[in-house]
């Protein structure tokens, strides 16, 4: 059986979709709630720290969780906005 990938977009909006649901989450939650594995959810937060379109903070004292910030919004609506086109012409985001 052909295994069904995700693309980076899809991740992102995974994601963002998480965070938006939840508000702040830890990384082994959004591990769980993304089904992503640890190694790479590093390189995706790392990535979405970069651009301002997450957050850490700081969670039960010193723990690290994340939000989105405002760009993390407006990018989490564009993503929808192109998922819905996609699925509209029969394509995967």
Known sequence: MRRSYRS???????????????????PSK????????????????????????IREVEVEGSRTGYELTEDGFRLLV??????????SLGLRL
Do not use: C, W
């Open 30 to 53: 959004l591990t769980q709630e993304v089904n992503l594995p640890h190694v790479r959810l590093r390189e995706y937060l790392s990535h979405l720290l970069e651009r301002g379109v």
């Open 8 to 26: 980076q977009a899809a991740i992102i909006l995974d994601l963002l979709e998480a965070l938006s649901a939840h508000g702040v989450l830890g």
């Open 78 to 87: 564009e993503l929808r906005r192109m998922k819905r086109l996609f699925d």
